[in-house]
């Protein structure tokens, strides 16, 4: 059975920073490009990064560019998001989310998302 | 860079009755829009794509239709295990690919 698994969620204070990660099982990440998407709660889904099959071409929404990072390590299976910096609004559940294909840039994706994990929790508090 | 508007907001409905959510894009996307089902404390799940669609394994009361800047996504005999939200997504553009702000669809 294909899964993601997010994980590296918690509690940290506003201007701290935090690194998640997305395992994937029963498939190799290496032939799809990948997404960050959170959802706060009550609220709606927000794309917030992708990055590409090698890793050479990445994305931002506007609200994260400049303090978070996406990156990935097709040899362990797995996407990470470093976040810097992090604010009150950055609070939400982080999912990390499959391509239908993958593409040496970004270009050359799907752009809509066949396969998600359960999510991870960050919350953003002093 | 391209909006997505939902409508309703929130549906409740009886089982076996039929259910339409609105999905309106600001620009012309032409077919290029899918649909996904949220559930708390579930991974989301993909529905369709192209519009219309339907992904391997999705229940066939799940139908969309549209393009160009109005979709629609219709549950034919609504059941229980529908009880969720529901967000359209443009990918149309080149990043970013927003989603709409979601419907609630809630089973009597």
């Known amino acids: 059975e294909m899964q993601l698994v997010e994980s590296g969620g918690g509690l940290v204070q506003p201007g701290g920073s935090l690194r998640l990660s997305c395992e994937a099982s029963?498939?190799?990440?290496?032939?799809?490009?990948m997404n960050w998407v959170r959802q706060v709660p009550g609220k709606g889904l927000e794309w917030v990064s992708a990055?590409?099959?090698?890793?050479?071409?990445?994305k931002y929404s506007d609200s994260v560019k400049g303090r978070f990072t996406i990156s990935r390590d097709n040899s362990e299976n797995r996407l990470f998001l470093q976040m810097k910096n992090l604010r009150a609004e950055d609070s939400a559940r982080y999912y990390c989310?499959?391509?239908?294909?993958?593409?040496?840039?970004?270009?050359?994706?799907?752009?809509?998302?066949?396969?998600w994990g359960q999510g991870t929790l960050v919350s953003i508090s002093s | 860079d391209i909006q997505m508007t939902q409508s309703p907001s929130t549906v409740s409905a009886a089982v076996g009755d039929r259910v339409t959510i609105t999905c309106r894009a600001s620009q012309s996307i032409s077919n290029w829009l899918a649909w996904y089902q949220v559930k708390p404390g579930k991974a989301p799940k993909f529905l369709i794509y192209k519009a219309s669609s339907l992904e391997t394994g999705v229940p066939s009361r799940f139908s969309g239709s549209g393009s160009g800047t109005e979709f629609t996504l219709t549950i034919s005999n609504l059941q229980p295990d529908d009880s969720a939200t529901y967000y359209c997504q443009q990918y149309s553009s080149y990043s970013p690919w927003p989603f709409g702000q979601g419907t609630k669809v809630e089973v009597k």
């Open positions: 989310a499959k391509d239908r294909r993958g593409g040496r840039d970004l270009r050359g994706t799907a752009g809509y998302f066949d396969l």
């Open positions: 990055i590409s099959t090698s890793g050479g071409d990445t």
């Open positions: 029963g498939l190799s990440l290496s032939y799809f490009a």
